[in-house]
């Protein structure tokens, strides 16, 4: 037998050192003690010659669970401290203990005393200045998104960059307006306050105007309602600990739902880029009728505003291409957005295009900042599924730019406090008439190209942009809206460029690219809540029919190795006779434990169920020949009586009966001799005993010759133990327990044996607390390796067939 073991001893050998694979293996050694050697050799192959490799050697026992516990040492008080201890050590008081709590709830406290003013401040304040210039394009563009005026847009770029400065713990992201989640907000302002309902009846026109003071309030209203409850969601999830909510949302899941919503934004601006006013739709497939509707109102195009856009947006992406190219030559991006701002701003108001071709304009900014209020907790009802997939959508993105920046600089993200900072961004800013923010890839890129090294840069970013909205943004009233209507769609480059995920994904990973296309088609479909919804449940889905359709397989030896690899897989892998080892690749619970059953009869080609039948109906026909053997016996013990019955009690043989005695079949008895000789008159007289021993001679005489054709090679050997490999799985339940206590007992009841091997050590406890393990499933019966359980099989046979033989020969 060859084996290869982690343990007590291993040294490396010298590869230049000649040797030849051997092995050796004495069975007369104890159970406790057996060990396998092996020893690898030269390299002989051209390729081996080549690329030398390391060569060790392992001497160990066999290892049970059982004698591993022992071996390791295993210390079985693995429970943790109790809840009142825990509760305990939670309410304890101190000083250390109450700075170091407010200073992981306020990073800031943390960070900033120890902030390198002569290494970080230039390059915070150039970064956060060109943060700044990019905050007052798009916070404009993106408050159209959420069909709010665009000053909202620019306060929403000042309050809750200040809170994260104070309370995030990522250095480079930068928080604000983003398309997505503006889009997510316009559907719902959109939806609770159309215009239907500011109808304004001027006397002539049944149907009215429309009111668009009243309408813009009340939609301002609504999205700082819902901005309120979104930080409230993702401040409970933060305090509770339950930021691990993202890692349900998958990559593939966020980036089909972004280039979805990159759909919806490109669709909801193009009324501006034509200058059209098509109808407002909502609910599933609004997005298709939504352009239907603007295709069918196409030949009312406003030429001016067509022009005004086309010229911005070739400026636009020509510019952005050369910053692209020559990023590492220029010292900071070309600030092309708020050039094309500035320069549409100034031709339109000198050129007075508003009167004379009717380009829509931003109209009115208020100088000045407005007193903070409590939005209207009465619309909670109405946004609460809304809210909730917001807060979630939001954070998954601002969490995998945080982490991706930490991972490249070297620092830690902390899951749950960005929750919490988030929450925290969106609660303090909807009460000042902001509506949620998360971070932008745009931004956060020129935050960290320009130099950006802390949150110190976002803190820059804010003050200028306070300095815009107080004096500087009543300039940009002119401003037309099919300019901030192209600096939208040009940010969304990056978000349709992800339509490379789909060849990528069907060369890589099929059942990701469902995940994707899924996705995309619900959102699109459905739009943008009902869509996430679909992709989340779709997603989870994917990961139980995984866990439910595994892949089974039947596992073979390596010749020379203790590896053990699937046959179907590794030519080199050969099955060992009369053992199956049987390996499902994930953990076996209450959804897979039937179909693993199932698996385990079909890979192993052994059906239970009809071993069971034959056997119950030989063990029937065995006790229906007993039977009539016993009545034939009695039959005919009662005609010898009749016939022969002497004096003495015992009846006469032939000449030819006096040879050998045989039993009523004609058979020999397995003793080889009568119950009782006499002699009479030169009579050999036998007086027999009949009993259920004597009866079950041919039984025991048929089983026995089976063993013993086995042992002389007469029959083909067939399968005599199962190992089933658990090193995949990571726990077990009730309904896997009652499983593999079947599997135990139906094998058992066909002379098959079990064996359990790769169980970890929280397997094992399960296994324990559940009373597993029993007199007819002995722990010993558990190995570390399959390799240990192989070798302990076959020792145990070669053992057992040394002892027939030796039985067979006397």
Same mark, same amino acid.
């Given at each position: ?22 092995? @050796? ?33 392992? !001497? ?42 407010? !200073? ?21 304040? %150039? ?110 999830? @933060? ?122 304009? %931003? ?9 903070? !209020? ?42 749950? !406090? ?96 469902? %995940? ?295």
């Amino acid at each position: 037998m060859l084996s290869l073991f982690r343990g007590s001893s291993a040294r490396y050998m010298n590869p230049s050192r000649s040797s030849r694979l051997c092995a @050796g293996v004495s069975l007369r050694e104890p159970a406790a003690s057996f060990c396998a050697h092996l020893t690898y050799g030269e390299v002989t192959t051209m390729e081996e010659r080549d690329h030398p490799m390391d060569k060790y050697v392992v !001497q160990r026992e066999v290892l049970s669970e059982v004698r591993l516990e022992e071996v390791a040492q295993r210390d079985t008080n693995t429970q943790g401290p109790s809840v009142g201890e825990r509760f305990k050590e939670f309410s304890r008081c101190s000083l250390p203990r109450l700075k170091e709590t407010v !200073q992981k709830w306020v990073p800031v406290l943390d960070w900033l005393p120890k902030y390198p003013i002569r290494e970080n401040i230039l390059g915070d304040v %150039v970064s956060g200045c060109s943060v700044a210039i990019m905050h007052l394009p798009q916070g404009m563009a993106y408050a159209l998104l959420a069909s709010l005026r665009p000053v909202f847009g620019l306060y929403t770029s000042l309050y809750p960059v200040l809170v994260y400065f104070i309370f995030g713990t990522s250095r480079h992201i930068s928080v604000g307006t983003f398309a997505v989640i503006s889009i997510m907000i316009g559907s719902v302002t959109e939806r609770l306050g159309p215009d239907s309902n500011f109808h304004v009846n001027n006397g002539t026109n049944a149907t009215g105007d429309v009111d668009i003071d009243a309408r813009d309030a009340y939609r301002v209203k609504i999205a700082c309602s819902l901005t309120l409850l979104v930080g409230i969601f993702q401040i409970l999830l @933060g305090v509770v600990k339950f930021g691990f909510v993202v890692n349900y949302l998958s990559e593939p899941l966020v980036r089909g739902y972004t280039t979805a919503s990159a759909c919806h934004v490109f669709v909801s601006q193009l009324k501006y880029i034509f200058g059209v006013k098509p109808s407002r739709y909502n609910g599933p497939l609004s997005l298709i009728y939504t352009v239907v509707d603007i295709c069918s109102r196409l030949p009312q195009t406003k030429i001016p505003e067509l022009v005004v856009s086309l010229v911005a947006l070739a400026v636009l992406i020509v510019v952005k291409e050369v910053n692209g190219c020559y990023s590492k030559k220029l010292p900071f991006p070309i600030p092309i957005e708020l050039i094309v701002v500035i320069v549409a701003t100034i031709i339109t108001h000198f050129c007075g295009l508003t009167t004379l071709y009717y380009i829509d304009v %931003v109209g009115e900014i208020p100088s000045g900042l407005k007193a903070p !209020q409590a939005p209207d907790i009465s619309l909670f009802s109405q946004v609460i599924g809304d809210a909730f997939a917001v807060a979630i959508v939001g954070y998954a993105i601002n969490i995998s730019l945080s982490k991706t920046f930490a991972l490249k600089h070297g620092y830690k993200v902390d899951s749950n !406090q960005e929750l919490v900072a988030l929450g925290l961004c969106n609660s303090i800013g909807a009460c000042f008439q902001c509506y949620s923010v998360t971070s932008s890839l745009s931004r956060s890129l020129v935050q960290e190209s320009t130099g950006g090294k802390t949150q110190v840069a976002g803190l820059i970013s804010s003050i200028f942009v306070l300095i815009i909205v107080l004096k500087i943004g009543a300039l940009f009233e002119d401003l037309p809206k099919a300019v901030l209507s192209t600096i939208v769609f040009v940010n969304l480059k990056g978000m349709f460029k992800q339509f490379t995920d789909v060849p990528q994904l069907w060369r890589t990973n099929r059942v990701d690219l469902l %995940v994707w296309v899924i996705t995309f088609v619900s959102t699109i479909l459905l739009n943008l809540d009902m869509g996430l919804a679909v992709s989340i449940g779709f997603s989870i889905l994917t990961v139980i029919f995984r866990t439910q359709l595994p892949r089974y397989s039947i596992l073979g030896q390596v010749p020379g190795t203790d590896l053990y690899l699937e046959t179907e897989t590794y030519k080199q892998a050969k099955e060992i006779p009369g053992i199956k080892i049987f390996r499902s690749s994930t953990t076996i619970y209450y959804t897979n434990a039937e179909m693993y059953l199932d698996a385990l009869q079909e890979k192993s080609g052994i059906e239970i169920g009809k071993l069971l039948t034959a056997k119950k109906k030989e063990e029937a026909s065995m006790k229906r020949q007993q039977e009539k053997e016993k009545r034939k016996a009695k039959k005919l013990a009662k005609k010898q009586k009749r016939t022969n019955y002497q004096s003495t009690g015992s009846f006469t043989l032939t000449e030819s009966q006096r040879k050998e005695p045989t039993g009523l079949n004609g058979h020999r008895h397995g003793n080889g001799a009568p119950s009782h000789m006499t002699e009479t008159n030169g009579q050999v007289n036998w007086a027999y005993q009949h009993d259920a021993a004597t009866l079950e001679t041919d039984s025991e005489s048929d089983t026995y010759c089976q063993i013993e054709d086995e042992v002389k090679g007469n029959k083909k050997q067939k399968t005599h133990s199962i190992i089933l490999d658990l090193s995949t799985t990571s726990f077990v339940d009730t309904v896997t327990i009652k499983t593999l206590k079947n599997i135990f007992r139906d094998f058992g009841e066909i002379d098959m044996a079990i064996y359990l091997t790769g169980c970890q050590a929280c397997v094992i406890e399960e296994f324990e607390k559940a009373n597993f393990f029993s007199n007819s499933i002995p722990k010993s019966q558990v190995f570390v390796t399959v390799h240990d359980a192989v070798l302990h099989i076959q020792r145990t046979r070669n053992l057992l067939e040394k002892e027939i033989a030796c039985i067979t020969q006397m």
